[in-house]
């Protein structure tokens, strides 16, 4: 993996993974990464036939590549996707169309669609903020015509208060005061566009 998945020996730092091979397999804190990565690979084939177990495998080895700082995901993961079929291939001899380099291939890619997956839930909206934009739109939005009413006064809260934005629009004529804005057809029509 080392030699095969870019930059991966930069991320480690219990140990100096920027030492020569045959310096590694003297290196106690290189052994017990091993031992770990070995580990983590046992976990998820003992689980192959119980789907709850490998998910849940699946899930922490995942989590925890996530949660370290740099974290680590899919961009080491996907080279190794590519690449491990060519470590089994050589290791066990069987070529490239066998089952086994295919198996381990598919192991790693759905490992990288957890993965994938977990990265999008934690750079997406928490519960916290899910919650508070709801209730702030419903209340933005109550009342009659509360939509278009706050859409009128958020755009026009973008013209006046983002830079260049009013310049941008072109099917109406943006500089106009705010009054003959809201009686313009087309600003209002962009309003529902925007809201
Ligand atoms: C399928 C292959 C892999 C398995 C099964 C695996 C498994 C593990 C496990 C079990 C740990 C220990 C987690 C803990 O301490 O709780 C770990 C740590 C780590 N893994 Fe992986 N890993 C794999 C591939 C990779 C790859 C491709 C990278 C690329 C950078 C990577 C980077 C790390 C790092 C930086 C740590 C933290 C080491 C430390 O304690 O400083 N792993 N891995």
């Not at 219990?14 to 091993?34: E, H, P, T």
């Not at 990265?119 to 519960?127: A, K, M, N, Y």
């Not at 009128?152 to 941008?168: A, C, G, H, Q, T």
Request: net charge positive.
């Amino acid at each position: 993996m080392l030699d095969n998945v870019p930059n991966m020996r930069d991320q480690f730092t219990k140990f100096n993974a920027c030492q020569s091979n045959d310096d590694l397999k003297r290196d106690a804190g290189f052994l017990k990464q091993v031992q770990k990565i070995i580990g983590g690979l046992g976990s998820l084939v003992d689980s192959l036939n119980d789907p709850g177990q490998l998910q849940a495998s699946l899930e922490r080895l995942a989590a925890v590549h996530l949660n370290f700082i740099p974290s680590v995901s899919v961009e080491f993961f996907e080279p190794l996707e590519r690449k491990i079929n060519i470590f089994i291939e050589q290791t066990l001899r069987v070529d490239n169309n066998s089952a086994e380099s295919k198996a381990w291939t598919r192991l790693i890619g759905t490992f990288n669609r957890v993965l994938k997956e977990q990265t999008l839930q934690q750079i997406g909206i928490s519960d916290r903020d899910r919650k508070a934009l709801g209730s702030s739109r419903k209340l933005l939005t109550t009342g009659e015509d509360g939509v278009r009413r706050t859409g009128i006064s958020l755009v026009l809260w973008m013209f006046n208060n983002i830079l260049n934005v009013r310049d941008r629009f072109t099917r109406f004529n943006p500089n106009q005061p705010d009054d003959a804005l809201k009686a313009d057809p087309k600003f209002l029509k962009q309003v529902d566009v925007t809201i």
